[in-house]
């Protein structure tokens, strides 16, 4: 009995294999348009992070998602009192180093008191030189007493310029105060403002990442904003397609938001660099007509067309077995083909086949 039962699978197996079903068609000639696919998002024009320059509570916050800003107005205030007190001491030491700098400062009068003295001294000496060299010549006193009071003079004249020097340094190091405390006053003025969170430029705000009272440290991000009169696609395109895209090349872009209807655009800047953290490179693809959603982070999809090939020669997918085998009619063996692209539904075929072959494939869905 058991072995009646296999005899049967075994027959209704052999039948089943003979009677399998299968399809025939001939290779089309068609014009065909090459694409690239490329995922993407809507993005602004000009979109920047709007982000804090010192640590400190946000004091103020003046706009909300959605306001259309100006360029150098203050969004929000960040509360840090050590900017504030640093200013404060450094225009105060300003103020010092500029009048040690004036004439009348207590140090440069006292040098210059000590060089008039100086000089006086000098004068005096130096009359004093005449009156002995005149006494020397009539042998009124002897040579040593001479030498004295020459020595005595030129002692003076040493002293003399000494006293001008230590003056001049005195003057050279009272600017260089002032130069470090103007630099000084500068920088703390410069990080005191850093308080203020004023707009680079105008647009509108499409993110707000802080509220008031948030705790926020140098480098977080505000807010995001960008130039709401310039949206655009921002896609991503594979290493093995980069190579086919050139500035100028049209593209059809499907809103996630409405996948019944394409945007026309044209790709506007390839990107220079790689992009690691999504393995593709970008490109940026600017509208011809106008678009009527414009919610950036839009998700979209595009293809850009590469290129179109006249009188294209194409057979259905379903027919290129692996090993670009291809079963024609009546022959015993498959052929091997060269194709060009291979798609979902098609494929171009450039040689092994041709319009008047009958191909045949058991791959029927």
Known sequence: ??????????????????????????????????????????????????TAQTDGYLSKV????G????????????????????????????EIAKSNTQSNAPSLAQARNTAQMAKRKMELDSIQVIRYQKLLESNSIARNDYDNVLLQYQTSQTNYANALESYAVLQLQARQQLIINASQKEVNRTLSGNNEIRALFSGKVYQK??????????????ATIGDPNLIYAKVNVDEGNISKIQIGQEAAVQLNTDKERIYPGKVAEIYPAFDEASQS??????????????????????????GTQHNALLIPRKYLDFGNLVTVKDQEKPVIVTTRFVSSDWVQVLTGLDENMTIVTENIE
């Open 1 to 50: 009995m058991k072995f009646q039962l296999f005899i049967g699978l075994i027959l209704i197996a052999l039948l089943g294999a003979c009677g399998k079903a299968t399809e025939e068609t001939k290779p089309i000639r068609k014009d065909v348009v090459e694409t690239v696919f490329a995922s993407g998002v809507l993005e602004a024009d000009g979109t920047y992070q709007l």
């Open 62 to 65: 003046n706009f909300e998602q």
């Open 67 to 94: 306001d259309l800003i100006r360029a150098g107005i203050t969004l929000a205030v960040i509360e840090n009192p050590q900017n504030v007190l640093n200013t404060e001491s450094a225009a105060a030491l300003y």
């Open 209 to 222: 990442f802080k509220q008031r009272g948030d705790f926020v440290k140098k480098g977080d991000v505000i």
């Open 281 to 306: 490179f970008f490109c940026k693809i600017l509208f011809t007509k106008p678009l009527e959603f414009k919610v950036v982070n839009t998700q979209l999809q595009a293809n850009i067309i590469t």
